[in-house]
């Protein structure tokens, strides 16, 4: 007969995400006997080993992987059952959790804040920025209700909706040669320094794919990474090189930097979509901030 609770899985996944006793134990506010008695009793209740004790290391075995996942998903699915019960009293007494990748949070997030207070002032937003993996990770084991993503998702936990298309643009120094021309062609890049952004941000892949009748014939003279777009735009000022900005990131550009459009007859673009997941509850409020995003955007 089965005889765990939720909070033995909570253990589990805190044991099997910090690989170490005592980090788990203090993550979940218990002492290491208590954990540690836990897992032991989980294990012997499941009958399987799920975790390797060698040498102070604590590794998953290809049960414990799968049993991992799934305790994830029950977690999940009992969050969900308990917002399901809040959202019928009140679909507002519970804050609504809102993750955005690095490159859409900064330029949408304050005006979402400001308007969604005038709209919904009972209604409270945590937000959180990180990168498309992450935050799908959080948003399926229940840490965030809501992402705002450029790339699709592939889970099928997960619904996905489309709401801007965000143009891609050329941005350089009004001292650069190509400020005179109105519109530009990706072949114009072959000899300029391009600033990107670094690996794990979906806009550098977007960007290289813009440029990509130059990329993939290696003919750029030159890339310079960067973590940061507001980095790229001062630097891009300065005349140490061009960049490739979204429309969105488009505001309070400085001074000497100018903005060219690409000659393409279709023009370079990044979706964006607000991603939940299929069971949620509280779905009123995702199509009140999918509305929201979608004024400031127009």
């Not at 208590?34 to 998953?60: D, G, P, V, W, Y």
């Not at 309070?252 to 007859?265: E, G, I, R, T, Y």
């Not at 673009?269 to 901030?289: C, D, G, H, W």
């Amino acid at each position: 007969m089965l005889n765990f609770t939720l909070t033995d899985l909570k253990y589990l996944l805190a044991l099997a995400e910090e690989k170490h006793f005592a980090k788990a134990a203090a993550r979940c506010f218990v002492s290491q006997p208590t954990l540690s008695i836990a897992i032991k009793k989980l294990e012997e209740n499941l009958e399987t080993c799920i975790f390797e004790r060698e040498n102070h290391q604590i590794l998953l075995t290809p049960t414990g992987n799968i049993l991992i996942e799934q305790a994830r998903k029950i977690l999940s699915e009992a969050q969900q059952m308990r917002e399901m019960a809040l959202s019928y009293q009140n679909p507002y007494s519970q804050p609504l959790r809102i993750g955005a990748i690095l490159t859409i949070g900064p330029y949408l997030f304050p005006s979402l804040v400001r308007d969604t207070i005038k709209a919904a002032p009972d209604l409270k937003l945590i937000l959180e920025e990180g990168f498309t993996s992450s935050l799908t990770a959080k948003l399926l084991n229940g840490e965030l209700d809501v992402i705002i993503l450029a790339t699709p998702v592939t889970e099928s936990e997960l619904e996905q909706t489309d709401f801007f298309q965000d143009e891609l643009s050329l941005i350089c120094s009004s001292k650069h040669k190509l400020a005179t021309q109105a519109k530009i062609s990706p072949k114009l890049l072959n000899d300029e320094t391009l600033l990107i952004l670094g690996n794990g941000n979906c806009l550098r892949d977007q960007v290289l794919q813009a440029c990509k009748n130059v990329a993939t014939t290696g003919n750029i003279s030159n890339q310079i990474i960067s973590s940061s777009i507001e980095t790229i735009k001062y630097m891009v000022e300065m005349n140490i090189g061009v960049s490739i900005l979204p429309k969105i990131a488009q505001i309070n550009l400085p001074a000497d930097l100018v903005v060219k459009p690409f000659s393409a007859s279709k023009k370079p673009t990044r979706t964006l979509s607000i991603v939940t997941r299929k069971n949620f509850s509280r779905k009123s409020l995702v199509k009140l901030i999918e509305q929201q995003l979608i004024a400031q955007l127009v």
